[in-house]
């Protein structure tokens, strides 16, 4: 993860040298504020743990070199330096965070202890209390969460907020927010307990192709959806889904849900194009990751989200350190006049020239 860090920001491929200097300049950054634990112990246990992680970003903004820096008038051009610093800051604490609200939500209060000699992915795992090949997983997950496109709604909120010259606590306590939303990081444990559903109405067995096509067309004819499939801007197999099914074949190849997941990559699409009302047929990265999770003993549905949030980070962090570096200019969103909106209506919702 930490070599992902260094080619999000440089575009380049780090060394093993370059890699190993990142992992000793997150583990000497890694130390998280007793307050961030006194603030998450004083909110009730059946907390969201989303609502957990934003509130421990928000809670560290105290810290913000950029916020420091600004109100002692620093110069345009230096805006990225203290942003580069606290978005490395922060990504160096997001995973024992995230590992401290699991441990102190869902394994009755029993947080375990960061192990320095670990790179990110793997402390993370052993702060989680998962066995390997679990450090394998986090990172992969990590990586493919980060940000695929500055559209969504997590990356483009922090993109908005920062861009008001708000510092990375601020701004990705915010995307974290947006993520949290059922159209957006919720998508993995809704597949999930879909996956979980078709298995219970089939009679806990993993079903034949004949009777998975049936289920699918019974999906579709009564108007539901079948989820983990399509995307916005996607048109071809997400890549993140192909590497996960990668990983699933190597790990868990017999895996009665990761069969099935297999099962319904290989008759969905085309079941989907006779059907000709989705755009796009393929898989994308949530049809299958709450398997991998629910694999290895994460079953804790809500949690999955903030797994999302640690590794869309990595993205939106990096990006809001380049805002600053390019100078980019606040964000103002397009206003229309109810004029305007009557026109588009009468001309059948067309776009407006």
Known sequence: MEGFWYFLLT??????????????????????????FDVLRAMPRDTHPMTMFSAAILAMQRESLFAKRYSEGMKKTEYWDPMYEDCTNLMAKLPAIAAYIYRMKYKSDTPIASNPALDLGGNFAHMMGIAKPYDDVARMYFILHSDHESGNVSAHTTHLVASALSDAYYALSAGINGLAG?????????????????????????????????????????GQVIPGYGHAVLRKTDPRYTSQMEFCQKHLPDYPMFKLVNMIYKVAPDILREHGKAKNPWPNVDAQSGVIQW????????????LFGVGRALGVLANITWDRALGYAIERPKSVTTDMLEKWAAEGGRKLG
Do not use: C
């Open 11 to 36: 575009g380049e491929v780090p060394t093993m040298e370059q890699t190993l200097a990142v992992v000793e300049d997150f583990k000497s950054r890694a130390a998280i504020p007793g307050y961030v």
């Open 182 to 222: 059922p159209l957006h990081g919720l998508a993995n444990q809704e597949v999930l307990g879909w996956i979980q559903g078709v298995f219970k109405k089939l009679g806990g067995k993993l079903p034949t192709e004949e009777e998975l096509k049936k289920f699918l067309w019974d999906t579709l004819n009564s």
């Open 295 to 306: 694999y290895y003993g994460l079953v804790e549905y809500d949690f999955y989200t903030v």
